[in-house]
């Protein structure tokens, strides 16, 4: 008798490198990514970075089935969640979106597949890394997949390393802080529940939040090149009910990546190289899936 694995969902995390609305947003310091800033970000240049997001996005699930959940990184607004639930809208994707305090407007959002997955409620939780400085928020949902599961579900996008990765590293370990109290309070009403941390962690993945484990750690997985080095600083941590039934890769399609002319190989093939606006590209990471796989006979 043979065993067959059911993928019961698939999920996605993308940091999508700077997916900006080309319009001011009189809040934020975006000039950079306006009509008339130095980057001269159009909206031809926009309509073009939505539909690679998209084109990305339709291309990673299996057996042509888009992911049921798309955790995202570096999206401006909600202006760009519509934009991609357009563009996405033969696979009837929604979106959760909350503006963050980001200096930039860089902020964090899950696309879902209504038919696949029911939100509950979601909320942003606020990461102060001292009395009166914070940074990007954490998105929380909560929601009910395939009608069957509920999830608990967190989108990070964690301190930088800019300034060094150890004089950074204290702001990192304040966000990942308030994911340990979030995780503590979900088990101490749900022992039993099942919590996807998921997102950009700027860092190597380590198994350094109680209760859950990070998938990433012992693997040979790659989702980011700097300075000619990879690494996987996008992540997925995972509670136990999760962990057991998962599996996890990097998307690393040839038409995602380009030849690295400078320290050899492949690398993601990104929309900016510096100022110099690279026609065609889509982010300077890969994306990352996580499959929950039920066994059948």
């Known amino acids: 008798m043979s065993t067959f694995l059911l993928i019961l969902f698939t999920l996605m995390s993308y940091n999508v490198e700077n997916f900006f609305h080309p319009e001011h ?64 809208r033969n696979c009837q994707y929604d979106y959760v979106h909350y503006e963050s305090p ?27 890394l001292d009395s009166l400085t914070h940074t990007r928020d954490i998105l929380y949902v909560k929601g009910v997949v395939n009608k069957s599961d509920t999830l608990h579900l967190m989108v990070c996008h964690l301190p930088s390393q800019l300034g060094g990765t150890q004089a950074s590293a204290w702001k990192r370990a304040a966000a990942k802080k308030v994911i340990q109290g979030l995780t503590d309070s979900i088990y101490t009403i749900h ?66 990546q380009e030849e690295d002319t400078k320290y050899l190989g492949l690398k993601p093939k990104r929309t900016w190289v510096g100022y110099r606006y690279q026609k065609g590209g889509f982010s300077d990471h890969l994306p990352i899936l996580l499959y929950t796989l039920n066994s059948t006979l």
């Open 191 to 256: 022992p039993q529940a099942k919590i996807i941390v998921m997102g950009d962690m700027n860092g190597e993945p380590t198994n350094d939040i109680q209760g859950l484990t990070n998938a990433m750690v012992g693997t040979k997985m790659m989702s980011y090149k700097y300075k000619g080095l990879w690494s996987c600083i996008d992540q997925f941590y995972l509670s136990p009910a999760i962990d057991s039934t998962a599996t996890v890769r990097v998307f690393d399609a040839d038409w995602l």
């Open 25 to 88: 947003d009189s809040l934020k310091n975006d000039y950079e990514f306006t009509v008339d800033g130095t980057r001269h970000w159009s909206y031809t240049r926009y309509n073009a970075k939505a539909e690679a997001i998209a084109r990305v996005i339709v291309n990673a699930g299996e057996l042509n089935n888009p992911p049921t959940l798309v955790g995202l990184c570096e999206v401006e607004n909600e202006a760009c969640c519509k934009k991609l639930t357009y563009l996405l």
């Open 102 to 128: 980001d200096e930039r407007g860089i902020d964090v959002a899950m696309l879902y597949r209504k038919e696949q997955f029911e939100v509950l409620s979601s909320r942003p939780v606020r990461v102060w």
